[in-house]
Structures are given as C-alpha cells and as structure tokens.
C-alpha cells in the first residue's frame, strides 16, 4: 500500500514538473517578428498559433540575434493608422506610413513594454491634428501625439508636416511625407493665434 500511494505520487510531482518544463520553454522562445508585417498579421499571437509564423515571415530568433538583443520589436498606436513604435537596438522610433522614422527620446524610453503579450496590444494615444490656412500664405499643417505609457505616464509629440517640394510633374507619387518635430509649447501657442 505504501508503495503504491508513494509511486503515484512520484508520477504526479513527474507529471507536475513536465508540464512546468514544456510551459516555460514555450515561454521562452525567442521570435523574430518583422517590422513590416502586413495588416493581417498584425494581431496574431505566434507563440499559441505556431502555425501562422511562415505565412506572416516570422521564425524563431538566431542565437546570434538573440545575443545581441537587437530584434527590433513593434507596438502600434490607435491613430493616425499605419503608425507604429519600433525598439531597436535599445532606442524608440516613431514610425509614420511613407515617412522616415523619427527617435523618441526621453524617460517614454524606459516606460514602454515590448513582449509578445504587449505586441499585441494597440497603444492608445491621442491625436489633435489642425490644418492652418492664412491668406497669402501656404498650408500649414501640425499634429500633437499623446502617447500613454505602461507605467502609467502619458507624454506630448508634436510634428509638423511641410508642404511638398516641386510640383505635380516633378514629384514622384512614391515619395514619402517629410514629417518634423516640433516643440509643444511653439504648437500650443499656434493654435491659440489661430
């Protein structure tokens, strides 16, 4: 009887700590997701749906990669669409559609996560956009960004789009929108002039 009671114990803490085992390596596993994923790919959860990763181009991190830690990782905001944040080697880029990537800096550096639970989850920031015409003068067009942090902190952006350079003839359809930082204190007072 005490064999028996102490066998199936021992099959039960085996069982106990194969579970563990299997759990923790799935949690593991590194994932090279690519930055460029299209719109169908976006809210999938690779690591429950193994089977989604060929279609969608993601493999599993190289042990090169992994040593270094320069995967970029990618989270996307709610507005405007198509705008993302992308971790890579250790700094935050602001990345608009056909626009070259802008550097965040400051402490939303440190206040963003990146896991795969949390690639999955749209940031959702803020957006004020104001499109500014004057007589004489050309468009002018700002935005301001509010973008909440995991920690709990929510930190303003501002940006300005200048006008297109050229004209119809000699710009291309191709080219992207040139978008610039600009102070939030220089937006603010805009719009309170406007």
Known sequence: MKNKILLSSCLIAVSILAGCAGSSSQKAEELEIPTDLPPICRDID??????????CGVRKASKHNIAYKNIPQ???????????????????????????????????????EFSQEKRLERIKNSYDYHEITKPGMERFRIFKMGI????????????????????????????GVNIEMMSCTEFDKIISDK
């Open 148 to 175: 909440p942090t995991d920690k709990g902190n929510k930190y303003d952006f501002c940006f300005r789009i200048p006008g297109r350079k050229g004209n119809d003839r000699t710009r291309s359809k191709a080219m």
């Open 46 to 55: 690779f690591v429950a749906n193994p089977d989604m990763r060929e279609i």
């Open 74 to 112: 990618q989270r996307y905001l709610i507005k405007p669409s198509e705008t993302s944040i992308v971790k890579t080697n250790g700094k935050l880029e602001l990345r608009f559609q056909n626009s070259l990537p802008l550097n965040l800096e400051g402490p939303i550096t440190n206040e963003l």
